[in-house]
């Protein structure tokens, strides 16, 4: 059987922008946004991380390893890791990452990005759930057991093939589906390393990290998005199009990731095109407003 090693060659560039929508705090009842730079604080901000695996093994989560490969964004450490360690021998692995209590309803988009080694031969699986019952969700405590965390709403390589799991880092947005009801409830939102067949001596598992987690609530029937405002970039000439259907947009603010103000400007159009070619390669924050509302855009020029 191939050995697992410690070290991987890191990932190529990735060469794409990747455009995700937050929600101004003063619309909206619930924003989560995380970026594991230090995990040791995650308890304290009312996150959970457990281990429900046949047997507990050295590890649970822990600080990502940039020996192995860099974060998405920041510091190289600055992700959350879970690897075959988290159980011994062979056996399943379960391992929980829960975030806090959130206030949400059906539509609500949760966004992250994941990735495992380069070439690795031991097949990694991560679900996303989901539990109804906000702070009083059940733990699970089995390997087998989900607790009140009944509802999936995906799962990344659930076949556990080998080459499924994404071997860069990759974005997913997931839609919070299948509650009960209408309106918006308390939640809470497990991230489940859970690999069959894992651990040292495991034909699966090896080692995976997430970063970049947010939670973000739908406008519903704003103004904003009573509009259909909606935006593009075109890499080719470094421009980002913004585009407003009945009401004119009013201003545009750039913001760096230190939250520096790279650019304002006024508006008065229905359409604008910003050039970003003098912007070096990095995260930006894009705040439009319109009607008396706004959006964030979260930008990675690349």
């Given amino acids: 059987m191939s050995q697992r090693t410690t070290n991987y060659d890191p990932m190529k560039k990735i060469t794409l922008l990747t455009v995700a929508l937050f929600i101004s705090a003063t619309s909206f ?3 989560l946004q995380e970026g594991f730079d230090d995990i040791t604080a995650l308890e304290g901000d009312g996150w959970t991380l457990l281990n429900a695996s046949t047997i507990v093994g050295e590890t649970t989560w822990f600080q990502g390893s940039d020996t192995v490969f860099p974060a998405f964004i920041g510091a190289s450490d600055s992700y ?3 690897n075959f360690n ?7 692995i379960s391992t929980w990452l829960i975030t806090p209590v959130l206030n949400v309803e059906n539509g609500d ?6 990735r495992t080694t ?9 679900e996303v ?5 906000g702070a009083g969700s059940t733990e699970p405590t089995l390997p087998v057991g989900v607790g009140s965390y009944t509802n999936v709403l995906t799962s990344i390589n659930p076949n556990l093939d080998v080459g499924f799991y994404p071997e860069g880092w990759t974005n997913y947005n997931v839609s919070i589906t299948g509650l009960t009801g209408t309106g918006v409830r308390d939640v809470r939102i497990a991230f489940r390393y859970y690999v069959t ?12 990290g997430i970063d970049e987690v947010s939670v973000s609530s739908t406008l519903g029937t704003s103004d904003f998005e009573k509009n259909k405002f909606s935006y593009s970039y075109n890499k080719n000439i470094d421009r980002l199009n913004l585009k407003s259907s009945n009401i004119a947009l009013e201003s545009v603010e750039v913001f760096n990731i230190l939250g520096q103000k790279v650019l304002n400007r006024a508006l008065s159009s229905f359409e604008a095109s910003i050039d970003l070619s003098a912007f070096n390669d990095g995260v930006y924050l894009v705040k439009v407003r319109a009607g008396g509302s706004s959006k964030t855009i979260k930008m990675l020029k690349q």
């Fill in 29 to 31: 009842a619930q924003l």
């Fill in 80 to 82: 959350i890791g879970a």
């Fill in 86 to 92: 988290s159980t011994t021998g062979s056996n399943t």
């Fill in 109 to 114: 988009q949760i966004s992250f990005y994941t």
């Fill in 118 to 126: 380069v070439g690795s031969p031991f097949p990694d699986r991560l």
């Fill in 129 to 133: 759930r989901i539990s109804e019952a």
């Fill in 197 to 208: 067949a894992g651990g040292p001596a495991g034909t699966n598992s090896n080692y995976i």
